[in-house]
């Protein structure tokens, strides 16, 4: 399909609107994404036409509502190359997480152990980390990155069981910690929320096996921008949202490779995710409990009910679904493949080339995550980690451009003397949507020493002339506060 930004945009009506007099230009596509009208639609018709519970009733309606339901789940499982037992709803990319923190973490992290995660992520990759290791007595630590936005991955670890320390440079270069521990788990963002560096992931899921190591990938950012074969690229964990996707917000994925989840205690108890009830007149059968990984009795009077599991992927989806907005999802991802990612990649790296040439022409303007800027010398195999060192410096067309397989559409910046809370908000006198501050991502911003960043991101439906208008918002922030 040819890729047609004008009548994208048609089908997107919240496009349609003016803010204080001028039409919208939505460059806050990390945050969310707006909803094309097929989206929109679906939820209208599941609430005018088939509104039912799904799994319970034999009627047409949640009959029909529990075919779309699931065919929504095989919609996403076909994006990613899953199976669509191993796709669990959830309410978002935080709950998917929480999920495998509360489930596979209480079940396999332990004392002294690693939970290695990296300086880049959303607080929703670090919290959860962080309250399992202190309930487990163990470790997070975090992988650094340099002021080019780039992870120093150089992780070192013993292999459980053995004496000697293996030693795993993730990318090959750079220098890194020495970690004590064993690493039990790497949780690692495919695409930085804030630089838009795009993490190779391949080579660290490669490298995190070797090590022993089990590997959640955050693809919040990434999953609407590039294409994820989770089989091709051996992952365990990927979790990412609907409404980053152009679907509705309170849908989240969470996809695991079968034999974990399967290993995994439930995560929400209640309806939906039990497939029977054992009632035992006579006395308790421990070891019957065991072997269902049940591991509860309920005593009615004096009989014990032993509840056994649903399959996968309803075990860990108790109480009524978000039926509306899953099916509303599925359309979503129909939308984007009928586009094409490809289409949708190469629109996006243009605009972010735009953006980069555009605002770095700008006075007093820091870019950060340089990779978006001196993409050859990051690019040369081997090279050594620049360790922050260099000054952002943008090499123009032909002398080496962007490499979009390291940077994703999403810039962060400041402006001297403009805090970016400001700037955000003269933005939004010419109706202009940024986000500004830390973007949940605290550890980030300490590292680049910064406490806020202004921040554009951008979808399929954006422009080059909404660029031009962000360059002369700018301009008109620096006239009244910075110059
Ligand atoms: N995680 C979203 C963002 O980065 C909300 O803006």
Known sequence: MRFNVASIRKQFPILRRKINGHVLAYLDNASTTQKPERVIRALKQYYERYNA?????????????????????????????????????????????????????????????????????????????????????????????????????????????????????LLRRGQGEVFAGYVKLLAITHMSNVLGTINPIKEIIKQAHKAGAKILIDAAQSAAHTSLDVKALDADFVAFSSHK???????????????LLEAMPPFLYGGDMVKAIEAKSDRYDTCHVRRLMA?????????????????????FEAGTSNIADVIAFGEA????????????????????????????????????????????????PGAPATGGQAAPSYNKRGQGGVNFSLH???????????????????????????????????????????PATARVSFGMYNTKGEIDRLVEGIKVAQKLLAY
């Open 245 to 259: 996707m152009y679907g509705p917000t309170g849908v989240g994925v969470l996809y695991g490779k079968r034999e």
């Open 53 to 169: 519970n799904i799994h319970r009733g034999i009627h047409t309606l949640s009959e029909e509502a529990t075919e779309k339901y699931e065919a929504a789940r095989k919609t996403v499982a076909a994006f990613i190359n899953a199976e669509p037992e191993e796709i669990i709803f959830t309410r978002n990319t935080t709950e998917s997480i929480n999920l495998v923190a509360y489930t596979w973490g209480r079940a396999n992290i332990k004392k002294g152990d690693i939970i290695l995660a990296t300086e880049m992520e959303h607080h929703s990759n670090l919290l959860p980390w962080q309250a399992l290791a202190k309930e487990k007595g163990a470790e997070l630590r975090m992988m650094k990155i340099t002021k080019d936005g780039v992870l120093i991955p150089h992780l070192t670890s013993p292999l459980k069981g053995e004496g000697s320390p293996l030693s795993l440079s």
């Open 408 to 450: 994703g559409p999403i810039l962060a910046f400041n402006v001297k003397g403009i805090h970016a809370h400001d700037l955000a908000t003269i933005l939004n006198d010419y109706s202009i949507a940024i986000r500004s501050g830390h973007h949940c991502a605290i550890p980030l911003h300490q590292a680049l020493g910064v």
């Open 333 to 380: 991802i129909k939308f984007i493949q009928e586009i094409g990612l490809e289409n949708i990649q190469k629109h996006e790296a243009e605009l972010t080339e735009y953006a980069l040439e555009k605002l770095n022409a700008l006075r007093g303007i820091t870019i950060y995550g340089s990779q978006a800027i001196t993409p050859p010398r990051l690019q040369a």
């Open 295 to 315: 591991g509860a009795r309920i005593m009615t009077g004096i009989i014990p009910v032993i509840p056994v599991w649903n399959d996968l992927p309803w075990k």
